[in-house]
């Protein structure tokens, strides 16, 4: 089964790269090598390579278990944690769907 390719958007790929830039620089305050990492955290190092490089195809159990690894996994926490958007329309008690809507078959005329 052949993967889709997933289109990100420039600010997306933007804070990936950065995750990545501190991510090697956490290791390497830690003066751990790439290979280190990689045998603690069960990866190869290509994929922290790939981690460090800010590639988006990593899965983020790899980039947690890195986290984890370097004392860092507590910043995971932090993710959304300032959700001032969604604190705004939860205030405005605006309804948000927890799905999006199922999609509609397209009907061929036969």
Known sequence: MKKENIIISAKAESAILLLGENIRLARLRRKLSAAQV????????????????????????????????????????????????????????????KRAPKRLKSTKNE
């Open 38 to 97: 990689s045998e603690r955290a069960g990866i190869s190092r290509s994929s922290l390579w790939k981690i460090e490089k800010g590639a988006s195809t990593v899965s983020i159990g790899n980039i947690a278990q890195v986290l984890f690894i370097l004392g860092l996994e507590k910043d995971l926490s932090y993710v959304a944690q300032n959700d001032s958007l969604g604190r705004k329309l939860q205030d405005l008690e605006i309804s948000v769907k």
